[in-house]
């Protein structure tokens, strides 16, 4: 199932893809900034309220918490939504690959 949005924003997919291991926040800030190998650093703000969104649409959920703690966890849903946004960006590349090779040159 393609995610019904259509394309992911880069923090979501991010944020999918650090969802593979089940987090709290502070972790998951961590583990984001690993996965995009220190491209994406998402602050508290930013990532609480893409975790509501998330939420509510279904492509994660809380999984536990322990007061202040909660641990979240990807869903079945949002394993084929990254998937999908996975092989949506696969096939750009593809796609672009004119570049390398010099067609798109003047």
Same mark, same amino acid.
């Given at each position: 199932m *393609?995610?019904?949005?259509? *394309? /992911?924003?880069?923090? /979501? +997919? ?6 593979? $291991?089940p @987090?709290?926040? +502070?972790?998951l800030?961590?583990?984001? !900034?690993?996965?995009? $190998?220190g491209?994406? $650093?998402?602050? *508290?703000g930013t990532? +609480?309220g893409? =975790? &509501?969104r /998330?939420?509510k649409?279904g @492509?994660?959920? =809380? ?8 641990v979240?966890? &990807?869903?079945t849903e949002g #394993?084929? !939504?990254?998937r999908?946004?996975?092989? #949506?960006?696969?096939a750009m590349?593809?796609?672009g690959?004119a ?8």
């Amino acid at each position: 199932m *393609p995610y019904a949005r259509g *394309p /992911m924003t880069e923090a /979501m +997919y991010y944020v999918l893809l650090a969802l593979m $291991n089940p @987090s709290h926040g +502070y972790q998951l800030m961590q583990e984001i !900034a690993t996965v995009s $190998n220190g491209r994406l $650093n998402m602050g *508290p703000g930013t990532l +609480y309220g893409l =975790l &509501i969104r /998330m939420q509510k649409e279904g @492509s994660i959920k =809380l999984e536990e918490t322990d007061g202040r703690r909660k641990v979240y966890r &990807i869903t079945t849903e949002g #394993r084929a !939504a990254l998937r999908a946004e996975y092989e #949506r960006l696969k096939a750009m590349m593809r796609d672009g690959e004119a570049i390398e090779g010099g067609e798109l040159d003047g």
